[in-house]
């Protein structure tokens, strides 16, 4: 099938509703670009995963919206534009989208990664690179958590320097549940993932067969029935965002066992202290490592200070 592209430069104020009324008249699909991309003009959008930011499109906005070759395009843009009340149909134009292979085109967009020493992310269409090292198969999905981020990759990475061989493990926010098989890929006995999204929980499950990996994931209600109801664990980890992080801080604390180590990410630098705040009445957190502006706290119950940071254990 063969599409059309239409492309309205537009003021950011129309620019969502604009878009919601392209859907409604027929439109495919429909986005929203920073007409100024490329120019000094250019201004980012910023938003912490899963957060929508404050503005939702640019002073100067591009709306694309994707229709069929043979639809009448000038026909959608009025609709559109009447239905959210313009007096006259923006102008807009127009542009051939070639015939793809839409999915190998998709695939060849991700490729292996590496994390750490030794971790390869690999999606299933790819060869390992190493095949000696700790291959996780996972294709990029709904679910967050493909080791992409430098969240979810400060949390790899400390688990890699912190083995726990027969140790139990939570995973709490697990997402595709990649932590969770990192660790028990690393060695790691009891490993069990928690997170609120049953569909994250059904992309989790389906990861970790995948990978050959024995874990236990559930929502919080089925987590709190099962048999590790009242469990604490040797290592909990929890890659979500700072403000639901400070909100857990108790629960979170009292699911680590005496001795045991928590490990948070989600976390901003600029975040780090009011989130350790949060927790220093249970547990003293201090910055692991940093990535691209995030951050890893780790602290381990009944240390008096939260343990070195990677680059100190490291002698940088």
Not at 30 to 59: C, I, N
Not at 233 to 257: H, Y
Request: with cysteine; glycine share 8%; proline share 6%.
């Amino acid at each position: 099938m063969s599409f059309t592209e239409i492309v309205i430069e537009i003021a950011r104020e129309h620019a969502e509703s604009l878009s919601d009324a392209l859907m409604e008249a027929g439109a495919l699909s429909v986005s929203v670009e920073d007409a100024d991309e490329g120019t000094e003009d250019e201004k980012p959008l910023f938003g912490e995963p899963g957060m929508v930011p404050e503005q939702a499109a640019w002073d100067h906005s591009r709306v694309v919206a994707l229709t069929g070759a043979d639809d009448d395009q000038a026909i959608i843009v009025a609709e559109a534009a009447a239905a959210i009340g313009l007096q006259a149909a923006p102008a807009f134009a127009t542009r051939a989208v070639a015939d793809e292979d839409w999915v190998r085109l998709t695939q060849s967009q991700f490729e292996p990664i590496h994390i750490g020493k030794n971790i390869w992310v690999v999606p299933s269409w790819h060869e390992a690179p190493d095949p000696d090292g700790l291959i996780l198969e996972v294709d990029p999905g709904l679910a967050f958590g493909t080791g992409s981020h430098p969240t979810t990759r400060l949390c790899m990475e400390w688990l890699e320097a912190h083995p726990a061989p027969g140790q139990s493990v939570l995973d709490y926010g697990c997402g595709s549940g990649i932590l969770a098989m990192v660790a028990k890929k690393l060695g790691a006995a009891d490993v069990t993932g928690v997170d609120i999204d049953p569909q994250a929980i059904e992309s989790a499950r389906l990861n970790a067969e995948r990978n050959a990996c024995e874990i236990d994931f559930y929502v919080p209600d089925d987590f709190v029935a099962s048999r590790h109801g009242d469990s604490r664990f040797d290592i909990v980890v929890a890659n979500i965002l700072s403000s639901p992080l400070k909100l857990m801080a108790p629960m979170l604390s009292g699911r680590v066992a005496d001795g045991g180590s928590l490990i948070l990410s989600g976390v901003l630098a600029r975040q780090a202290e009011e989130v350790a705040a949060a927790y220093a009445p249970f547990i003293k957190l201090g910055v692991w490592a940093e990535h691209d502006g995030w951050v890893a706290l780790h602290g381990q119950l009944g240390l008096e200070s939260a343990p070195p940071s990677r680059a100190a254990t490291n002698g940088e």
